[in-house]
């Protein structure tokens, strides 16, 4: 895995807690009370909420501070199309170029995001599908692809997806499917349960919500 700096490692925190639900759409991001929990200075603080400001993550207040930015439906639907065209390129980038190794790893991953399910801890699970997704597209070593799928995940409803009734059940016979093709080395068949996985979500969010 690539070395990260103490910025990088702040801002993957963050990245993490936000789409997870942790830290709530509207919420303020405190500098010193992240940077107590994660023992480290203000600093990198600072600077990971710069670089998750230019993501789309969080927007600069002058009298607030750092906020987590909300969610726009509408501008949801076309980061759907932008996530599955980038997202089934980085795992076919991850078929292509995976070793044990990583495979132990994502199959480490899906299995705690399966596990804090079962425990009914839902935002470790929120958290551990973060983390799952992440790891295989880090595999692909496509850094610029990645970090423009960072960008669209900032715009994305990850935490209200993830709480719909019996959806993290679903996600992780998805992420299953999605994990079992890349052992195969079938990359056409990781790459459609990548986009099943994606419009799985986007559908049952819109059928929640009505539209």
Known sequence: MQFKTKEEQVADFLREGIISGRFARGARLKQQEIAT?????????REALKLLEAEGYVSGDNYRGAIVAPFDLEASAEVLSLRILLETQL??????????????ELKELAARFANAFDAGDNEAARAANYRFHHRMFEIARMPQTLHFVQILWARYPFDLINRLKGRVSR????????????????????????RQHIEAGWQELRESVGV
């Open 171 to 194: 996600a992780a016979e998805e992420h299953d499917g999605m994990l079992a093709a890349i052992i195969a080395g079938d990359a056409a068949a990781a790459m459609l349960a990548t």
């Open 37 to 45: 929990l994660l023992n480290t200075s203000i600093t990198p603080v």
């Open 91 to 104: 795992v076919r980038g991850a078929v292509e170029r995976a070793v044990t190794a990583d495979i132990a």
